[in-house]
């Protein structure tokens, strides 16, 4: 009897115990279960939030268009209701009569993008066991216009590429329901009562972006696209106090009204977002970065780096390791003689800065690659950052090292150039670039404000100070002249490297580049210009420099800037 006693007891704790979860851990699931067998429900599709520039410029918005349903199991004379259906949509009738006789769904979408009028039509005929929702479709006011940053969402409006895709949990909201009841063939019952569950839209995106730069951006692209027929060229504006990105353009691009989705290989091409995403060799506009370690270590009292006073070789070569090293230039002109570091940035020499970075040593001139973000991630909100190429410190060679220093043996993204540049012209402060200013609801509710990120200090201020000077007299007196504009203060650095392919120089192709900021006593915007392979000219001073100089002077008439001297 106490055997059967406890088997009882422990039975009957065992019911309870089941009672207890079933009544309270799995209650919400079991209602669920319970609500979907007697129930039909119609979704109710949330409004996929709007993406604005900063002043609130629409660039990617909705329109409303329908999704048209069926309940097969009520629908019965599904001939007549297919003919019916055919007129009003404008569809083909068997095709709707093939999805109405279906036994395997009890609800079949019919129709998907249909118009307000097409809509109109259907509800005067009241169909039994048709239905209809409203529907959002994704639009792009300014087609073509940062398409690569956009990105464009799928026919289910989901969150493909770009920032569709890298904030598609914001702004895809949460989708809503209106519930019939119905037996359980799915029939509605008469007289029942309809449960709306109200759909939550999805959040709004504001952006770092002007719209106003954007577009001088793209026309300048343009007209140098149209001059030198490249295979691509790119452009990104920063803010230089903030990091935060004003405009960003890539050539060739494509309407995000009209997405190649047939040709797969044109649009991965045409919707890759290359200054964030890829690599390049930099050139020498990578000579800003040399000479900010340089005149850093110099103000901290390092022997081994030189003075700005200091005069180089006048030799055009440097061997190093058996290796060569040599200078654009013949140096016939007597240009190159008694160079300083103001004249080594204005002429471009390469073998001087080969100098810097030998001597500042492989340890010195690795800190300041990382402090200045080379072989990492900016932090940039997009996705498929690219890294850059860094060699391993350890597998530096005395060669290797020699061409890092004037922009060679180095790959990096346009992202991280274009930050390290405005961290050397802004005091020495590298913040996180930012594509996003805010995020907030229709009702004015704001989820997020983003203010500056200060990531590190590259640099000191007075340094900055010398090298700003510095890189405005590269286009005041040198390689920059041809983004000089009368009566405004401007500074930068042109760039031209040689292309590689198969581990060889690739002959005649050329990447042209210039990194320009203004107004150099007090930076604010900076510019950097990627042209690849170029015809005609190859040159950054030529092909990048006018661009960017087109560019500063769209900026000075759309912010009414006065001129300085």
Not at 301 to 325: C, L, P
Not at 349 to 364: H, M, R, V, W, Y
Not at 537 to 542: C, T
């Amino acid at each position: 009897m106490l055997a059967v006693g406890v088997v009882v007891a422990i039975l009957f704790c065992l019911l309870c115990g089941r009672f207890f979860y079933i009544q309270i851990f799995w209650q919400e699931e079991l209602n669920y279960r319970a609500l979907d067998q007697w129930t039909r429900e119609l979704p109710l599709i949330a409004k996929r939030g709007t993406i604005t520039d900063r002043n609130g410029v629409a660039l990617a918005d909705n329109r409303t268009v329908y999704t048209v349903y069926a309940r097969s199991n009520a629908v019965k004379d599904k001939e007549a209701i297919a003919t019916a259906l055919a007129q009003a949509l404008e569809m083909d009738r068997q095709t709707l009569y093939d999805k109405l006789i279906k036994k395997k769904a009890s609800e079949v979408t019919l129709a998907k993008k249909v118009e307000k009028e097409q809509i109109e039509k259907l509800a005067s005929l009241s169909l039994e066991g048709i239905y209809y929702s409203r529907d959002n479709e994704r639009i792009y006011p300014k087609n073509d216009t940062l398409c690569q940053v956009l990105g464009f969402t799928s026919v289910d409006n989901v969150g493909t590429t770009g920032l569709e895709k890298y904030y598609d949990k914001l702004l895809s909201g949460k989708n809503g329901e209106l519930l019939y009841e119905t037996d359980l063939v799915g029939i509605e019952l008469e007289d029942s009562v309809a449960t709306y569950l109200p759909a939550e839209d999805g959040y709004n995106v504001e952006l770092t972006v002007d719209y106003g730069i954007q577009e001088i951006v793209e026309s300048a692209l343009q007209k140098t696209v149209a001059e030198y027929a490249p295979v691509s060229a790119e452009c990104i504006v920063l803010d230089v106090n903030t990091f935060e990105v004003l405009a960003l353009a890539n050539y060739p691009s494509y309407d995000l009204n009209e997405v190649p989705r047939n040709d797969m290989e044109t649009l991965n091409k045409q919707s890759r977002n290359t200054l964030v995403c890829d690599i390049y060799e930099p050139g020498s506009t990578f000579k800003i970065i040399t000479s900010a370690a340089n005149v850093e270590e110099s103000l901290k009292g390092n022997k081994n780096a030189f003075s700005v006073q200091h005069i180089f070789s006048s030799s055009r070569t440097r061997s190093v390791d058996g290796t060569r090293v040599k200078c654009w230039s013949n140096h016939s002109n007597g240009k190159h003689s008694n160079q300083t570091l103001a004249d080594a940035l204005n002429n471009s020499c390469n073998p001087c800065f080969t100098d810097i970075a030998l001597s500042l040593g492989k340890e010195t001139f690795y800190d300041y690659l990382s402090a200045f973000g080379f072989g990492a991630k900016t932090g940039i909100d997009y996705g498929g950052e690219g890294y850059g190429l860094l060699l391993p410190e350890s597998a530096v060679r005395n060669c290797d090292l020699a061409r890092i220093g004037f922009g060679q043996t180095i790959a990096v993204t346009g992202i991280q150039l274009a930050c390290a540049t405005a961290s050397v012209v802004n005091g020495g402060y590298y913040y996180t670039p930012q594509l996003v200013k805010r995020i907030y609801a229709d009702d004015g509710y704001v989820l997020e404000e983003r203010e500056p990120e200060l990531k590190n200090r590259t640099i000191s201020e007075k340094a900055s100070a010398i090298l700003t000077e510095m890189l405005e007299g590269v286009v005041r007196d040198g390689s920059g002249k041809k983004a000089y504009i009368e009566g405004y203060r401007v500074g930068g650095k042109t760039g031209t490297a040689q292309k590689y392919e198969n581990g060889r120089i690739a002959a005649g192709k050329y990447v042209s580049s210039f990194v320009g900021f203004f107004p150099a006593d007090e930076p604010k915007y900076l510019a950097l210009v990627i042209i690849d392979e170029p015809q005609g000219a190859y040159y950054g001073s030529v092909v990048a420099a006018p661009c960017a100089g087109e560019i500063f002077q769209g900026i000075i008439s759309l912010k009414d800037i006065l001129p300085r001297t």
